[in-house]
Every structure is written in C-alpha cells, then in structure tokens.
C-alpha cells in the first residue's frame, strides 16, 4: 500500500481521553461523566416531524446549504435570539457544529497559517487545524482570574502568520458564559489585526442563574469577520442527529459550500424538519431540559464542593463542571485514572484540554440521570474522603 498522506502521519493522533480507557476496561459497572453528551431524550415534537416528512416523501436531494425554508426559520431566530441580523443566503446547515467547524477551517486556513485557541481549549478543533496543514497556537487563561478573556495573552500570541482566533462560549470545559466586555476586548485584538474569528455557540442555550450569552458576531465590526456556529446537538438533546448550521460573511459562502458540497453533499433532507420544529415548536420542551440541567449543576457543584482537597466554581453556562481537585495532591490525569479504576466513575483529566486545564477535571453533570449523577457524586465523595482524610 502507499504511504499515507502527510496530513495522517505527521498530524496528532486522535484521542478520545478517557472515554478511550473507560471503553477498553470492558466493566459495566461505570458511571460516565466524560462524554459531552446530554441523557435526556430528544422532544417528541421534534420526532414527530422528522417522522412526518419521511412519511411525505421528504427523502430525497435537498438545497446545497440547506432547505429554503429552514434557513428562513433559523435566519429569524438569529435575529431575535442572537441579534444577528442575516439572510438566508448566509446560512448553511451542516452535519453538527464539528461538520461546521471543519468547513469553516478547511475554507479559510492554509497551510504554515496560525489559528490561536483559547487554554483550556476544545480538542476537537485541533484536529481540524492541523489536517488543514495549520498550527495551533494556544492563549493560555488563568485559573486564579476565572478563566476570563485576556486579550494581552492573546495578543502576545499573534504572528505575521496568525489568521483566525478560536472562541467557545459559553465555554468547554470551563462552563464560562464571557461578558460583553471581554468579547468586545477580544474582537477588538480581531479588528485591529484583521483576524476571523471561529465562534463556537453550541452551548448557547444552556445558561444559568443571570448569565446572558452574547454572540460576537453582532458586536459592532465583527460580522464580516466571524464565522458564527450553533447546533441542536446539546440543547435540544440531539447529540446523535448530527445537525447544526453556521453564519458566515455573505463573501465566504461560496468557499464554504466548496467545502460542504464536496465532503456531503448537503445534511439529510427529512431531519432539517426535525430543526425546523425545534426552533419554532413550544419553547416549553427546551426549557424543561435546561432546567434538569439546572438540577444536576447543584447536585454536582455543591456535592463536590463539600469534599475535601476538591472547590469548584459554579459553572455559567454548558453541561460542565471544572472542579479544582490541587487540593488533592493528585494531578488532573493521576485523578482521573484512579477514580476510574477504584470508584468506576469516568471524568475527564484538566490537562487534557491543555496546561491552563492542569489541576482540574471536567466532570460533565448533563450525562447521567438524576439518580446516577448523585451516585457518581456518592463515589467520588468516597474515593476524595479516603484521599484527603478530614481534620479533626
């Protein structure tokens, strides 16, 4: 056989962290808390019109970026929900928000160009950077400021070869939902180098207590510059479904459905009826599911809080708690791999959202039920306690 291409051997391998371990230990015993992935099941309206149009023949090609009148729908809910004001011309709906990421990269990214990620990152973009013959290059955020933006650390990481900044918000891991302030800091290091930035939202819905997500790309100047990118995967609990969509400037739509033409034609036809009764069915269903997940961010953070060596910040937004476990005397992976093998629960190590993440874990509280999220919760208390012993 030939040689396989560059982009394979002389890139990162793939690593699914401890999913991977967990897997390969064959026990059925496991509580997983690894996978960003929601329990709950998908609303049944949104079933019943996927259901509906397979039955009325919706099953064959579609429009390249999309059914029209999808677009339309979701063009509509951007402007009232996420004050961007776009067309339907400037939206495509893709195969997930990793389908839209990798569009948007592969688009705009060429090779020896430099993408800047925010530390503790998302390891699923790295990938996609370095297969597009793109480095990474990492910000680091401070644990001690609250993961905040910090545009003099980002600045500082900008070269001649610098193209794009990588933004999640609300954030993985962290659970940041960034203020106004710090994305307007942000998009003006962006306007001031002329930098798109790659705006990842999927966890847009997902907002507790008084945060209020803010996408960047309607702050002033940045919507001929980002490429803004939204999913039904984990608000609407549509994990398996593989839809989302992207807004991009009205000039790059054209390489993007280079991209998205050529790697899928276009996402299923009958499921983007399942996206149309999401954004426009009763509000009610998706605000049922945010609010178990409401349930299960104060059983997570205020168990773990009552641990020893453990403190843990209340998370904004997502399905992520961000425990600092230093107090421990464990590294994040030393951690998470003997929690793992002596309490057979499955959390995600810090580190392996890079060095700031170092000292941490992601422990995703969306993931399980109710009851076996308070008896991972039970498990870890156990496994912590034996660890760091009280004081008397």
Avoid at 140 to 150: K, T
Avoid at 197 to 207: A, P, R, T
Avoid at 287 to 311: C, F, H, W, Y
Avoid at 323 to 349: H, K, M, N, W, Y
Wanted: with cysteine; charged share 25%; net charge negative.
């Amino acid at each position: 056989m030939k040689q396989l291409a560059r982009r394979i051997t002389e890139t990162s391998p793939k690593s699914f962290g401890m999913f991977q371990k967990a897997m390969m230990t064959g026990r059925d015993d496991l509580i997983h808390l690894e996978v960003g992935r929601p329990a709950a099941d998908t609303p049944e309206h949104i079933k019943e019109a996927t259901i509906a149009a397979i039955r009325a023949g919706k099953v064959h090609y579609s429009d390249l970026p999309g059914e029209l009148h999808v677009r339309q729908a979701l063009a509509a809910k951007l402007k009232a929900k996420n004050d961007l004001d776009v067309s339907p011309d400037r939206i495509i709906v893709t195969n997930g928000l990793t389908h839209a990421s990798y569009a948007a990269i592969m688009a705009f990214l060429d090779e020896g160009d430099e993408a800047i990620l925010l530390e503790p990152y998302y390891p699923q973009h790295t990938g996609k950077i370095e297969l597009a013959g793109a480095k990474v290059v990492m910000a680091q955020l401070d644990a001690a400021n609250g993961f905040r933006i910090d545009p003099a650390a980002i600045e500082a990481k900008i070269t001649p070869r610098t193209k794009m900044i990588v933004l999640i918000n609300p954030c993985n891991p962290t659970g940041r939902v960034y203020s106004r302030e710090e994305l307007q800091a942000l998009a003006d290091v962006a306007i001031k180098h002329d930098l798109i930035v790659m705006s990842d939202e999927v966890y847009e819905d997902i907002l507790f207590d008084s945060a209020k997500h803010i996408s960047i790309g309607a702050l002033p100047g940045m919507d001929e510059r980002t490429i803004s990118m939204f999913a039904f995967t984990k608000s609407y609990a549509m994990d398996g479904w593989r839809l989302g969509y992207m807004v991009a400037p009205e000039a790059a739509i054209g390489a993007l459905l280079k991209i998205t033409a050529n790697d899928v034609t276009h996402v299923n036809t009958f499921i983007q009826e399942g996206a149309l009764a999401a954004v426009t069915g009763d509000p009610a269903a998706l605000e049922g599911l945010i609010a178990e997940d409401a349930e299960k961010r104060q059983i997570a953070v205020s168990r773990l809080n009552q641990m020893p060596g453990v403190t843990c910040d209340w998370p904004e937004g997502t399905i992520y708690a961000f425990p600092d476990i230093s107090g421990t005397g464990l590294t994040s992976q030393a951690f998470a791999d003997r929690l793992l093998e002596e309490a057979g629960v499955v959390v995600e190590a810090g580190s392996f959202y890079g060095a700031a993440g170092e000292g941490h874990l992601r422990v995703c509280f969306g993931s399980a039920s109710v009851e076996d999220l308070g008896a991972a919760m039970d498990r870890i208390q156990r496994f912590v306690s034996d660890l760091v012993p009280v004081e008397a």
